[in-house]
């Protein structure tokens, strides 16, 4: 749908507001499903996010848009799955396009004041997929995915506007950026969206310091990680006392999780963490380690405290969920569904197969590589895993969810069912050619 059709479609639901939930939506970047303490984690603290799981609900089978970060963030931004979004791969910065319709274009139309801080990924500066063209009034942080690789970079964006950094860690200063926004916020006001998404813990694992972890009989990286870890829960907890501060807790929805799984054995010591927890893959894989990331969910009084759900979902679903809850109009053809009757105790909608894939776009000969796709759906509790050969695993998750045993075989009418959705459930992508190059090499250095 284009957004100036949307725009008109949705503009009469404005007249007939209903509950303005506030959201603050936090997407930690690299972070794996083990890596809170609430999800297994018995090494790194995270007290902040655990204690909001205590006051909200765990979502045990929650799903990132990719297992790579530039798709990942498209999905959630769009509600369109991996087959049908935008961006297919990491490959540069390639935008997503003028008439892609945004989680935050969705959220304005209902009033709601927006601020994204953190990593974008989705479009550079003079592009149609910046920020502050595609619905939010500001952004502060990274554009360009392959930029937010340090954390002392010469300079970070603000809106379009780059700004220096003066030697500064840009995780704390995006985190103060978005304290900023929150702290403007009114109760009774106009309802908001915060869009946290902070790059910690994503490599280069670096810091002002390790603490609490300088102690440890740990690698620097490790120790490093750690803290990224725990820094990353004290803006989390900061944000909360802010809610509590301004009495807006009940009328907010709180969502943190991570935009894809964690890297496994990265780095020396790192095995120690398992950030993973007991699922197979690692960041860049469609198996479960690769895809299924930590989720906490509160809003109190509609979600129950200390409760933890297996109802499959993920960044697809963000967007209608949001728009149900905004009382606002989600654009048409969407891949997700609403699980706002979910989080207020309800029972989960039917729905779609969840699909992702695996993409490769060889930026130096500007072509896709066909042997780098992979694909996966699930379906209730199967799991469907296409190889770059074409093989099809088959698996069932809720008896292994550490997928070691392939069902392929005992169940092949079932497996040759999925491998039939798994080439119907895309699209060809279109070439992410162009401006990626120029941009990779342009930020080769930071």
Known sequence: MLRRNFLAMSAPLLAQPVEKN???????????????????????????????????????????????????????????HGGHAAIR????????????????????????????????????????????????????????????????????????????????YSADQIAERSFQFLERQKKGGDPFFLYACYTLPHAKFEGPDTHPYQDRPWPEAARHYAAMMTRADGYVGRLMAMLKEKGMERDTVVIVTSDNGAHSGMEKGFELFRSNGALRGEKG????????????????GRVKAGSASSAPWGFVDILPTFAELAGVRAPQGLDGVSMAGTLRGGAAPERPFLYWEQNQFQVAQQKWVPAGHSRALRDGKWKAVRKADGAVE?????????????????????????????????????????????????????
């Open 22 to 80: 506030n959201f603050v939506l936090i997407v930690l970047d690299d972070c794996g499903y083990g890596d809170f303490g609430c999800f297994g984690q018995e090494l790194i603290r995270t007290p902040h996010i655990d204690a909001l799981a205590g006051q909200g609900a765990k979502f045990t089978d929650f799903y990132c848009g990719a297992p790579v970060c530039a798709p990942s963030r498209c999905v959630l931004m769009t509600g369109l």
């Open 89 to 168: 791969a990491n490959a540069g910065t390639v935008p997503i396009r003028d008439e892609d319709v945004t989680l935050a274009e969705v959220l304005k139309t209902g009033g709601y004041r927006t601020g994204g801080f953190g990593k974008w990924g989705l479009g550079d500066a003079g592009t149609a997929g910046a920020p502050t063209k595609q619905g939010f009034d500001e952004f502060y942080g990274y554009l360009h995915q392959v930029h937010a690789h340090t954390y002392y970079p010469e300079f970070l964006w603000d809106n379009e506007k780059r700004v220096d950094l003066g030697g500064k």
């Open 285 to 300: 894989t469609v198996y479960e380690g690769g895809l299924r990331v930590p989720c906490v969910v509160r809003w109190p």
């Open 394 to 446: 088959l698996y069932d998750l809720a008896a292994d969810r550490s997928e070691k045993n392939d069902l392929a075989r005992q169940q092949p009418a079932l497996a040759k069912r999925y491998a039939a959705l798994l080439e119907s459930a895309r699209s060809e992508p279109r070439s992410h050619a162009g401006t990626s190059m120029q941009f990779r090499t342009k930020w080769s250095n930071q």
